[in-house]
């Protein structure tokens, strides 16, 4: 018989005292209570290509597509998608797409039946997301190739792909994903001001990925301190001198201020952002506006703050130096040109930023013929702020 709220009652349990490995026998003891044969959690892997059910899920290891499946689709739009009695529910945290929600259905799912398993679907997203830190289970899953340690270092540095909150999204992706090492990225909400930064290290591997965590850390440290962007830059420069001396990180650090739509920056050696109004191109701002962290010693100059406003629905693309010098078999960079035609077809399809992202990364790769020469990181900024009420 079915009782949603048992089935609630019963996957609420596992807040308390569970591993990630404990949700797949879980879903598969309150499919009954959900008018379900049974519910499959499907997890994204780090290359966004394929969802595979969670690790203990019993029976059931084949992935699904991404592209051109039915439960793609319902990962790419964010919407539930259905093909006779199965249905297919995104898992989401926040902005942050985990995968998918599978239900094989015993009969035709009314409204209120709908209702209750997009609540089931949210839950077992927030499970997902809070118990994947207390076992591997979601890691094993996600991961499709074994990761180098430059790689785990830097990916247990980062936040979540994607945030959306007060009219702004900023989502972000990074390629090679099991060999990363030198591009980090990050961001914070703290009332009207949503904090961006991006980060390419010189170097690569472990070296590298050390000097990323500093880079990383230290930002951190003085954004939570109260540091406005000028004495965050100079807080990074001078440990990064006496650190690492002699090596240096180039680096967008941003505030976007969501009451308002102005954006302030320091380009510190880095490739200006593109700024879209719609599908067209903006004059991109200056750059850079100071050297590279580290270098900053060598000119007595302060950063300089560039501060742009911004118009309800433009979009920021911030990327490293790997997204446009991408090179095809002929030699061909990918170049700015193609970066912002890409973007600007995007937009045009109103596509969600974090699809976006995904298919950007996809056709970098693609475009390399697979193997990338450097590391590839891209991040959107989005101000939607929302309309009178």
Same mark, same amino acid.
Do not use: H, M, Y
């Given at each position: 018989m079915a009782d949603p709220m048992e089935a609630v009652r019963r996957l609420l349990d596992l807040r308390r005292r569970s591993r990630p490995e404990d949700l797949p026998p879980a879903l598969a003891a309150v499919a009954p209570l959900l008018g379900a044969e049974r519910l499959t959690a499907l997890m994204i892997d780090y290359e966004q290509l394929s969802l595979w059910p969670l690790h203990g899920t019993p029976g059931d290891s084949d992935p699904?597509?991404?592209n051109d499946t039915l439960p793609g689709l319902a990962f790419r739009t964010a919407r539930p998608a259905q093909e006779d009695s199965c249905l297919w529910l995104p898992l989401l945290h926040g902005a942050e797409r985990l995968g998918v929600l599978e239900v094989w259905l015993r009969g035709e799912a009314d &409204?209120?039946?709908r209702r209750d398993l997009a609540v089931i679907a949210a839950l077992v997203a927030e499970l997902v997301a809070s118990r994947r830190f207390y076992g591997d289970a979601v890691e094993r899953t996600r991961r499709r190739l074994p990761m180098q340690? #430059? *790689? =785990?270092i830097i990916?247990?540095? /980062? @936040?979540? /792909?994607?945030? *959306? #909150?007060?009219?702004a999204v900023v989502t972000a992706v990074l390629e090679p994903c099991y060999d990363v090492g030198g591009d980090a990225f990050d961001y914070a909400a703290n009332g009207d001001l949503l904090h961006v930064a991006l980060f390419d290290t010189v170097g690569h591997g472990i070296s590298a990925s050390a000097l990323t965590t500093l880079t990383l850390n230290t930002y951190r440290n003085a954004r939570r301190s109260g540091l406005g962007l000028v004495d965050t830059y100079r807080s990074i420069d001078k440990w990064i001198r006496r650190q690492y001396s002699g090596s240096f990180v180039t680096a967008v650090?941003? =505030?976007? &201020? $969501? *009451?308002t739509g102005t954006y302030r920056r320091i380009a510190a050696g880095h490739p200006a952002e593109l700024h879209l109004r719609g599908d067209r191109s903006m004059p991109s @701002?200056? $750059?850079p506006t100071a050297l590279p962290l580290g270098l900053g010693h060598m000119i007595r100059r302060p950063p300089r703050v560039t501060e742009i406003p911004l118009e309800p629905g433009d979009t920021l693309a911030l990327y490293t130096d790997g997204i446009t010098e991408a090179r095809s078999a002929d030699g061909q960079l990918f170049g700015l040109d193609r970066l912002d035609t890409f973007l600007r077809t995007e937009l045009r399809a109103d #596509?969600? #930023?974090a699809e976006t992202m995904r298919r950007l990364i996809h056709t970098i790769v693609s475009y390399e013929n697979g193997e990338l020469r450097d590391d590839a990181t891209a991040a959107l900024i989005q101000w939607r702020p929302p309309g009178p009420s």
């Open positions: 699904r597509k991404v &409204d209120a039946l340690l #430059a *790689a =785990e990916w247990n540095q /980062l @936040p979540p /792909l994607s945030f *959306a #909150a007060n009219g650090l941003a =505030e976007l &201020d $969501t *009451a @701002p200056p $750059t #596509a969600p #930023a």
